[in-house]
């Protein structure tokens, strides 16, 4: 339990805003029609839906006017995890209900996307246009020989090229994947080579922190490895010639043709997405039409509130889940804003500036954004027009409780702010935002619907007010329909399955607090254990990285052989800190007074940075692995983190010590 859970709300909806919002509308809805309960709020609707699953489920597609193009038998024939049946029986076509906004008239000329570059150049694509463009594009890849199944891969920036790429390939029956241009070849080939595409689009480079980056000679090498590709399509973002053997894409993309949209199965593969892949190749998560759609649906519809008159813009790269969840939000008519840049150019302002300019209603970032505009010291509601934003959502990390108070007194005191958190692994959330309920600092407001969260000890009883482990206990329709090349299944299972038989495990260690809110901690394969009290390395970051005089930490905890535990913390300093005496006793110090005296590590040393995953995420585990003695090659698949280079002093610290 957190001392902040006895404290105030720091937001609470008013009245009106529960009545308006379309949660509150669905509970009323179901109520009548599918015998959810009337009154209770929130948490008697989510107690419903996971004691009702399958009528839950149902009422959602039902309540979004999911069109089957032949009708399903069951909603869940087999509940059992990993393997779950959904909706079978069923076809559908995502795409479809992606661009069904373009059939009304009233819409067909306001913009489904606003590209904005570093330039600010606000760039739309009306309704009409997407659905154009998508429909001439899907009828070239059905005349290049995609069929339903086929791999389509895109190494594409935020651009509105990606999405309609993703869309054609849906349209046709096909299996996206994307990598985002800042990928070096290894890492992209690591991804692509496991699925086997027979399309690639690519652009000739990208513009970040305003500096123009090719991309030809990583293309090429991309054309030599991957054998199975059957066409290459040019997008000339930097205004390159096409290259010999591509086709252009202004030719696949110019003619007026309405999309035709494959009927695939419920559980037809949708796309394929990558775990950070820190040890061995990535995870090739696969996720169905079916599942993503639905999930989805409930999940921009209900919980983040999004309908026809929002704008919807998160600060993500094509490599990043919450880009295919971003263009998800075309389900509900919302307009999409894709920012394609670097999220600090020119300044530490620039994601606000985004959000003024395109006017929009849900602005979601990174915890790590929020805590840099903090220590900068900016002020983004005095600086600008915020009046639009509705509520700003944060992932990637916990949202630590500076971040809530800077946000509720720098952007507006009236601000849903909405931590939230889930996975690549789903495609989704477990847990976050709901429009209905108070926002209490440093707590995620509750489990999803349909989300059947619960925190577990280690012999899988469920805990209250105490440290366990995020398990899922029934199953989501986007969790994965297997991993490619995972023929047995052995790999899917080992992930999730391995540590309570049938349920979920997650790898985060959780609170679920006394009033059903919920506190994230870290990874749970990376938790700190010391005399026997566990905490999660969110928790020292976020007591840390309140220094000025540090820019970003690492901490591991290491059992030695011995029976001893070693727990150094690395820092990488602002510009002009040194790591002195006093410094080291300042850190030691919060260390001690903010969570606990077992807590204060056993060493401070400096790095010259902290190494990440592709996707911005500290790789804790594999450093542990490196100070444990495990050779590089073994303890990280080298083209998963943004440096090598950084990993080297881990090692030699290693070798020093043993």
């Keep these: 339990m957190t001392a902040?859970?006895?404290?105030?709300?720091?937001?609470?909806?008013?009245?009106?805003?529960?009545?308006?919002?379309?949660?509150?509308?669905?509970?009323?809805?179901?109520?009548?029609?599918?015998?959810?309960?009337?009154?209770?709020?929130?948490?008697?609707?989510?107690?419903?839906?996971?004691t009702e699953l399958d009528t839950f489920?149902?009422?959602?597609?039902?309540?979004?006017?999911?069109?089957?193009?032949?009708?399903?038998?069951?909603?869940?024939?087999?509940?059992?995890?990993?393997?779950?049946?959904?909706?079978?029986?069923?076809?559908?076509?995502y795409a479809e209900h992606a661009l069904r906004t373009a059939e009304d008239p009233l819409r067909t000329d306001a913009p489904a996307l606003l590209h904005?570059?570093?330039?600010?150049?606000?760039?739309?694509?009306?309704?009409?246009?997407?659905?154009?463009?998508?429909?001439?594009?899907?009828?070239?890849?059905?005349?290049?020989?995609?069929?339903?199944?086929?791999?389509?891969?895109?190494?594409?920036?935020?651009?509105?090229?990606?999405?309609?790429?993703?869309?054609?390939?849906?349209?046709?029956?096909?299996?996206?994947?994307?990598?985002?241009?800042?990928?070096?070849?290894?890492?992209?080939?690591?991804?692509?080579?496991?699925?086997?595409p027979v399309v690639l689009f690519t652009v000739d480079g990208y513009r970040y922190g305003g500096k123009e980056h090719h991309r030809a000679d990583t293309v090429a090498e991309l054309r030599r490895e991957l054998p199975t590709l059957r066409a290459v399509v040019h997008i000339?973002?930097?205004?390159?010639?096409?290259?010999?053997?591509?086709?252009?894409?202004?030719?696949?993309?110019?003619?007026?043709?309405?999309?035709?949209?494959?009927?695939?199965?419920?559980?037809?593969?949708?796309?394929?997405?990558?775990?950070?892949?820190?040890?061995?190749?990535?995870?090739?998560?696969?996720?169905?039409?079916?599942?993503?759609?639905?999930?989805?649906?409930?999940?921009?519809?209900?919980?983040?509130?999004?309908?026809?008159?929002?704008?919807?813009?998160?600060?993500?790269?094509?490599?990043?889940?919450?880009?295919?969840?971003?263009?998800?939000?075309?389900?509900?008519?919302?307009?999409?804003?894709?920012?394609?840049?670097?999220?600090?150019?020119?300044?530490?302002?620039?994601?606000?500036?985004?959000a003024e300019q395109t006017g929009a209603t849900l602005f979601?970032?990174?915890?790590?954004?929020?805590?840099?505009?903090?220590?900068?010291?900016i002020h983004p509601g005095r600086d600008y027009d915020l009046s639009r934003v509705q509520c700003v959502a944060?992932?990637?990390?916990?949202?630590?409780?500076?971040?809530?108070?800077?946000?509720?007194?720098?952007?507006?005191?009236?601000?849903?702010?909405?931590?939230?958190?889930?996975?690549?692994?789903?495609?989704?959330?477990?847990?976050?935002?709901?429009p209905t309920l108070p926002v209490h600092i440093g707590e995620l407001q509750a489990p999803c619907l349909g989300t059947d969260l619960q925190s577990w000890d280690p012999a899988g009883r469920p805990l209250i007010g105490e440290v366990g482990e995020l398990v899922v206990t029934a199953p989501l329709p986007s969790m994965p329909i297997r991993f490619w090349n995972d023929p047995d299944g052995s790999r899917y299972h080992d992930s999730y399955f391995d540590m309570y038989p049938g349920v979920w495990r997650h790898g985060d260690w959780i609170t679920i607090t006394d009033h059903g809110s919920v506190v994230i901690h870290g990874r749970s394969d990376s938790t700190l254990n010391r005399q026997g009290v566990r905490m999660g390395s969110a928790d020292i970051y976020e007591a840390v990285e309140r220094l000025p005089e540090?820019?970003?930490?690492?901490?591991?905890?290491?059992?030695?052989?011995?029976?001893?535990?070693?727990?150094?913390?690395?820092?990488?300093?602002?510009e002009g800190a040194r790591l002195d005496d006093e410094l080291r006793d300042s850190i030691k110090r919060t260390i001690r007074e903010n969570l606990s005296p077992r807590h204060v590590p056993d060493e401070v040393i400096e790095v010259p940075a902290i190494p990440h995953t592709l996707?911005?995420?500290?790789?804790?585990?594999?450093?542990?692995?490196?100070?444990?003695?495990?050779?590089?090659?073994k303890a990280v698949n080298p083209g998963s983190i943004d440096n090598l280079e950084l990993l080297h002093f881990y090692e030699e610290l290693a070798r020093k010590r043993h």
């Excluded at 600010?120 to 009828?139: D, Y």
């Excluded at 600060?315 to 919450?322: A, D, E, I, P, R």
């Excluded at 630590?400 to 996975?423: K, N, T, Y």
């Design 615 to 633: 996707t911005g995420k500290r790789i804790e585990v594999p450093v542990k692995r490196l100070l444990q003695g495990t050779p590089l090659a």
């Design 364 to 377: 979601g970032t990174s915890a790590a954004y929020v805590m840099a505009c903090r220590k900068a010291g």
């Design 550 to 574: 540090i820019r970003e930490s690492l901490v591991i905890g290491l059992e030695e052989p011995d029976g001893g535990y070693w727990m150094p913390l690395f820092v990488h300093l602002a």
């Design 4 to 50: 902040a859970a006895h404290e105030a709300p720091i937001w609470q909806p008013g009245p009106d805003r529960i009545a308006a919002a379309a949660v509150t509308r669905f509970q009323s809805w179901a109520s009548q029609r599918y015998g959810a309960p009337a009154e209770g709020g929130y948490p008697a609707l989510h107690q419903w839906s996971v």
């Design 57 to 93: 489920w149902r009422a959602v597609a039902d309540w979004f006017d999911v069109r089957f193009a032949t009708p399903y038998e069951t909603v869940l024939a087999d509940r059992t995890m990993p393997g779950a049946q959904w909706f079978s029986g069923a076809t559908l076509n």
């Design 394 to 434: 944060t992932t990637g990390s916990p949202l630590p409780p500076d971040g809530f108070r800077w946000l509720h007194d720098e952007v507006a005191d009236d601000l849903w702010i909405a931590s939230v958190s889930g996975g690549t692994d789903v495609c989704s959330c477990f847990a976050g935002a709901v």
């Design 236 to 354: 000339p973002l930097l205004g390159t010639e096409v290259p010999e053997g591509a086709l252009e894409w202004s030719a696949l993309t110019s003619a007026d043709t309405a999309p035709v949209f494959e009927q695939v199965p419920f559980d037809h593969p949708l796309w394929v997405l990558y775990s950070s892949g820190t040890t061995g190749l990535p995870k090739a998560i696969v996720q169905s039409q079916g599942g993503i759609l639905l999930e989805h649906f409930k999940q921009i519809g209900l919980h983040c509130d999004l309908g026809p008159e929002d704008r919807f813009f998160w600060y993500t790269s094509t490599g990043w889940m919450m880009w295919n969840f971003l263009v998800s939000g075309l389900l509900t008519g919302t307009t999409l804003v894709l920012y394609d840049g670097s999220p600090g150019y020119p300044d530490v302002s620039a994601q606000w500036r985004v």
């Design 116 to 196: 904005v570059d570093e330039t600010h150049t606000q760039i739309p694509v009306s309704w009409s246009e997407l659905r154009r463009r998508v429909g001439s594009l899907a009828a070239e890849l059905r005349a290049l020989g995609v069929t339903p199944g086929d791999r389509v891969s895109g190494y594409l920036p935020n651009i509105p090229e990606a999405v309609i790429a993703f869309l054609a390939t849906a349209a046709v029956g096909g299996v996206w994947t994307s990598c985002a241009p800042d990928f070096g070849a290894r890492s992209v080939l690591d991804r692509f080579q496991q699925v086997e």
